[in-house]
């Protein structure tokens, strides 16, 4: 089965602080997606991946940065973390083309007090 | 950019009646639809999808119908169990179905 692996179930932090979102994925999945989750909005995309070293904004970049350095890692940085970064976070990939549709992980869920 | 709109939010039936869940989406261009199971503590999960030169496809209790004119695609479950509860996610996207937008979800209960 192909498993994208979120390395933080809950995560705390205070603000101001720099966080960082981790997420790998075994199955050699060019693209690469996080989006977050919050009630009533559904999921939106902050940043995704087509293939190394390669980003792109998606709906909601403000506040976020990424990095993927090797084809399975996909980071999430959060540069000075606020209270309105609470949220669920969901790291996905999936094939060249979107074959077979996106495999998310289980999500991290971040309090920033 | 694409908008999706989903409806309702939240959708209680007796076990063993039928669910039905109505999205909408703005973009003429968009051209695949796939539609997503979350159940508590887990990620999204694809169930089903359905591209725009298909009207309907079915998988054993769930099917999608697509309406390219009025721009509206719908997920119906039959036979629901309380299995089915979970909350659901429509999308919508175009071209190389690597950026997907997704609908606001809608949370089901299936009443055992």
């Known amino acids: 089965d192909v498993k994208v692996t979120q390395s933080s179930r809950y995560l705390v932090k205070r603000t101001g602080e720099k966080v960082f979102l981790e997420c790998v994925q075994d199955m050699d999945h060019e693209n690469m997606f996080w989006y977050r989750q919050d009630p009533g909005l559904g999921l939106r995309l902050i940043y995704f991946?087509?293939?190394?070293?390669?980003?792109e904004k998606g709906d909601i970049p403000e506040g976020y940065s990424v990095s993927r350095e090797k084809k399975e890692r996909f980071s999430l940085i959060l540069e000075s973390a606020s209270t309105n970064q609470t949220s669920m976070y969901l790291c996905?990939?999936?094939?060249?083309?979107?074959?077979?549709?996106?495999?998310f992980g289980s999500g991290t869920r971040l309090t920033v007090v | 950019g694409e908008n999706v709109e989903q409806h309702p939010s939240t959708l209680s039936v007796q076990e063993g009646d039928s669910a039905v869940i109505k999205c909408t989406y703005s973009d003429s261009a968009s051209n695949y639809f796939p539609w997503y199971k979350q159940e508590l503590g887990k990620g999204p999960q694809l169930i089903i999808d359905?591209?725009?030169?298909?009207g309907e496809k079915k998988d054993q209790r769930i099917a999608v119908t697509l309406n390219k004119t009025a721009k509206h695609f719908s997920l119906h479950i039959t036979e629901t169990q309380p299995e089915d509860s979970a909350v659901y996610f429509c999308?919508?996207?175009?071209?190389?179905?690597?950026?997907?937008?997704f609908g606001t979800g809608t949370k089901l209960q299936v009443i055992p």
């Open positions: 999308a919508a996207s175009f071209g190389g179905y690597q950026k997907v937008t």
């Open positions: 996905a990939s999936t094939l060249q083309g979107g074959v077979g549709g996106y495999t």
């Open positions: 991946s087509y293939d190394v070293k390669m980003k």
């Open positions: 359905i591209r725009s030169n298909v």
